[in-house]
């Protein structure tokens, strides 16, 4: 299994900022995923990082407003920018695991935008 | 349109007694499937999987059944007890591994465990 550590855990934020979530592996990894859950919605992929790449987003995400590095194969970041209170959910960061049978989550940073 | 669907936004189950947690789906592209715990506060954390290729999957006091040509899978926990409490997903993919690695997930179904 994956050890993840995701920052801030939560945060409350005014509309217009932008926000910087961290997510440490404790292992290299090729990709790493960045999902939303929205207030009563399912996860939803954001993006997938690579490492010495562009991100590639799913359609409805662009990176002017998430945008995504991946400075290593342990480490990625995602800025959620110019937030407005329909940004509020719950970020996650994800890997696959060995044999990529399954994903490993961060705990999660729950974002409120007011 | 949800391709994973998790009709059921909330069950509630004695202690001791099975719980059945019910998912549809509609992409017939699928080809893995796995199920998720969520605790308060937490990430979700992997439970279970299934590939298409099988109809069960069972790991100790969990069970998962696929049935294909519906459509449908289930994830069974008995007996329950009061620690299975949390938000469960159903999740799918279609080329699981690969260039991919995207799950789509349904909306979860809130256990709860009554002691």
């Known amino acids: 299994s994956a050890v993840i550590s995701q920052k801030p855990s939560r945060d409350i934020c005014q509309r217009g900022t932008s926000l910087t979530i961290q997510c440490q592996v404790d292992?290299?990894?090729?990709?790493m995923f960045w999902y939303r859950q929205q207030p009563g919605q399912s996860l939803t992929l954001i993006a997938t990082?690579?490492?010495?790449?562009?991100?590639?987003?799913e359609s409805g995400f662009v990176i002017d407003k998430f945008p995504i590095s991946r400075p290593n194969l342990t480490f990625s970041t995602l800025t959620v920018s110019n937030m407005s209170p329909e940004d509020s959910s719950i970020y996650l960061c994800?890997?696959?695991?060995?044999?990529?049978?399954?994903?490993?989550f961060g705990q999660g940073t729950r974002l409120t935008v007011v | 349109d949800q391709q994973v669907k998790q009709n059921s936004p909330s069950l509630s189950v004695q202690e001791g007694r099975i719980s059945i947690l019910n998912c549809d789906y509609t992409?017939?592209?699928?080809?893995?499937f796995l199920w998720y715990k969520k605790y308060p506060a937490e990430g979700p954390t992997f439970l279970i999987s299934?590939?298409?290729?099988?109809d069960k999957n069972e790991d100790g006091r969990f069970t998962v059944f696929l049935n294909k040509s519906a459509k449908h899978l289930s994830l069974h926990i008995v007996p329950s007890q009061p620690g299975d409490s949390a938000v469960y997903f159903c999740?799918?993919?279609?080329?699981?591994?690969?260039?991919?690695?995207?799950?789509?997930f349904g909306k979860g179904t809130k256990l709860s465990v009554k002691p």
């Open positions: 292992s290299q990894v090729t990709m």
């Open positions: 992409n017939s592209m699928f080809d893995y």
């Open positions: 990082a690579n490492q010495g790449s562009e991100a590639t987003y």
């Open positions: 999740a799918a993919s279609a080329d699981y591994g690969g260039s991919q690695g995207n799950l789509i």
């Open positions: 299934i590939s298409s290729i099988k």
């Open positions: 994800s890997v696959l695991g060995q044999g990529n049978t399954e994903a490993f």
